[in-house]
Every structure is written in structure tokens, then in C-alpha cells.
């Protein structure tokens, strides 16, 4: 599976941004989505994921729930985490994941990433 994000840039805080993750090499609507990041000097967290067939979400924790989405498009073979109410601690560089058959909850539970795509909140 290749996965390729794109979206991120500067954004001031309280401004939105909607990351975008088109994915190739396997049947899109078979596969499980997700978002995580990885501020300045942290581990890498996971923040939201997305289910093929029957679209549901979960989200980390309540410092993402209600600002950001995550959605997707299966015709398009897009996966997107719209991302609004932006903070200085949003500040991250996004990863786009996709698993076989199961939710990831941490990084050691995903089966590929794309390379991630720089999100800069400024305050």
C-alpha cells in the first residue's frame, strides 16, 4: 500500500486545515484509515482512525474529539482529517496510516505509513 499525504502548511491558531491521504495498491474501501502525528521532540500519537465498510470513526482523546474529522472517500481513494479550531499544540508533522484488518491505536499496531506532511500553528 502507497500512501501519499498532502494538506499541511501554516495556519494560524483558531484556523482550520483539511489533510488529504490518497492511497494505492489495494482495494481502498478494504482498508482501515487513520491519522497520527508527531509534534517537536515527542512520540509519534495516534489521533484519529477510520473504518472501510461501515464508516466508523474514533478519535484519540478529547484534545482532538469535536475540532478535527476524519472522513473518506472511497471513489476517490482518499482519506481526509479536516481540522478546525486549530491550537499552537496541534503543531505536528501528520502521518497517514493504513491497516488490513484491524483499528491501530498506537504506532506499533499499523501496518504502513505514508510520509508526513508538516502542520504549523502559529500563536
Known amino acids: 500500500v502507497q500512501l501519499q499525504a498532502s494538506g499541511g502548511g501554516l495556519v494560524q491558531a483558531g484556523g482550520s486545515l483539511r489533510l488529504s491521504c490518497a492511497a494505492s495498491g489495494r482495494t481502498f474501501s478494504s482498508l482501515i484509515m487513520g491519522w497520527f502525528r508527531q509534534a517537536p521532540g515527542k512520540e509519534r500519537e495516534f489521533v484519529a482512525t477510520?473504518?472501510?465498510?461501515?464508516?466508523?470513526?474514533?478519535y484519540a482523546d478529547s484534545s482532538v474529539k469535536g475540532r478535527f474529522t476524519i472522513s473518506r472517500d472511497n471513489a476517490k481513494n482518499t482519506v481526509y482529517l479536516q481540522m478546525n479550531s486549530l491550537k499552537p499544540e496541534d503543531t505536528a508533522v501528520y502521518y497517514c496510516?493504513?491497516?488490513?484488518?484491524?483499528?491501530?491505536?498506537?504506532?506499533?499496531?499499523?501496518?504502513?505509513w505514508g510520509k508526513g506532511t508538516l502542520v504549523t500553528v502559529s500563536s
Open positions: 477510520v473504518t472501510g465498510s461501515y464508516i466508523s470513526t474514533y
Open positions: 496510516s493504513a491497516n488490513l484488518y484491524s483499528s491501530p491505536r498506537s504506532t506499533n499496531d499499523v501496518d504502513y
